[in-house]
């Protein structure tokens, strides 16, 4: 058939296709293995286990690494001048679609490329950070998974002074260079409040910073609130060791902080949030635009006691708070 001889609605149909094509064409292209960019916060030991759920989703949706998709894992390592590098190699190599996480990776993704669909598996707040337009509708080419972290920041104080009622001081770790740090320590001092619990914040921006904000807290805090950060995650033995030598019960966000000996966690799944992401990713792979998928939020919190931390520190669990944790840690 001749251009000329084209009905009308048929050029719109073409149209259609010819504007969604940026975002499907590559996945389309008969004989061509689409590849995905995953950018990692932490190193592939700290995080395995999150990335081992995002493949294991991926092949169960039929994306079978090194089979009919690629994946160009880099690691940011909690050293985040290097993610802007690491988006640029994705650029370059013309992935499909971006994977990474943590606030400071995902603000590099979305500097470094206003084409290529941005899939973030995990962050505290999307649209506060100006990643998304809203939760509903996030426009441009970024979507993913909220992990409501500074939401359920309150119920974490809470939760911590249940098992420690006579606590009154609490120190606050977090990283103050990070965007979301303040909205969630306004949360937490919010909540301290209410109980009669004054709040110190203790800046580690380092591996190195680790000991001495231990030693700064000496004396003064009962209880320390660990922020939900690469640096923190990545060092979470090391810091559960310094606050058992300090007698000092901990609560954090992530499950894997109180495996590694804290005393409780309460807080979105992360291997199931990396699960989700791979679903977002696998329709993204078959057509559909990032700008029309709207950015998930946990519907289930988890909540961990370690219980062989808890009797190092003397303190006794009741049967009720016990019988609420999703897991417990002998």
């Known amino acids: 058939m001749q251009f000329g001889q084209i009905k009308r609605r048929e050029v719109i149909t073409l149209l259609g ?63 985040f001048d290097r993610s802007p590098g690491f988006i640029a190699e994705f650029v370059r190599l013309k992935v499909d679609v ?30 506060g950070t100006g990643v998304v337009e809203s939760l509903a509708r996030p426009g441009g080419n970024v979507t993913g998974l909220s992990n409501l972290f500074i939401d359920v920041a309150g119920k974490r104080v809470e939760l911590l002074q249940e098992i420690a009622p006579s606590m009154r001081r609490l120190a606050i770790l977090a990283n103050g260079s990070i965007a979301n740090t303040a909205p969630e320590i306004d949360e937490i001092t919010v909540a301290a409040r209410k109980l009669g619990i004054g709040v110190a914040l203790i800046d580690v921006r380092r591996e190195e910073d680790i000991a001495p904000a231990f030693d700064s807290i000496k004396g003064w805090a009962e209880g320390i609130y660990v922020l939900g950060d690469p640096i923190t995650n990545t060092n979470r033995t090391r810091v559960s060791a310094l606050a058992l030598d300090a007698r000092l019960p901990t609560v954090a966000g992530f499950r894997e902080f109180a495996a590694a000996g804290g005393l409780l966690s309460y807080g979105a799944n992360l291997s199931n949030q990396f699960r989700r992401a791979a679903d977002l990713v696998d329709k993204i792979l078959n057509g559909a635009k990032p700008a029309d998928i709207p950015v998930e939020q946990p519907t289930k919190f988890d909540m961990i006691i370690n219980l062989g931390t808890a009797k190092a520190l003397g303190l006794e669990i009741s049967p009720t708070l016990l019988a609420r944790a999703d897991e417990v840690i002998e």
């Open 17 to 79: 296709i010819a504007a969604a094509w940026p975002f499907a064409a590559r996945a389309q292209q008969p004989g061509r293995r689409p590849t995905i960019g995953f950018l990692g916060a932490n190193s592939p030991e700290v995080q395995a286990q999150w990335t081992a759920a995002f493949v294991e989703r991926l092949r169960e949706l039929g994306w079978i690494e090194g089979r009919n998709v690629a994946i160009e894992y880099r690691w940011a390592e909690t050293h």
């Open 98 to 127: 971006i994977v990474t996480h943590a606030t400071a990776n995902v603000a590099a993704a979305k500097q470094g490329t206003s084409v290529i669909p941005i899939v973030f598996a995990a962050l505290a707040d999307p649209v």
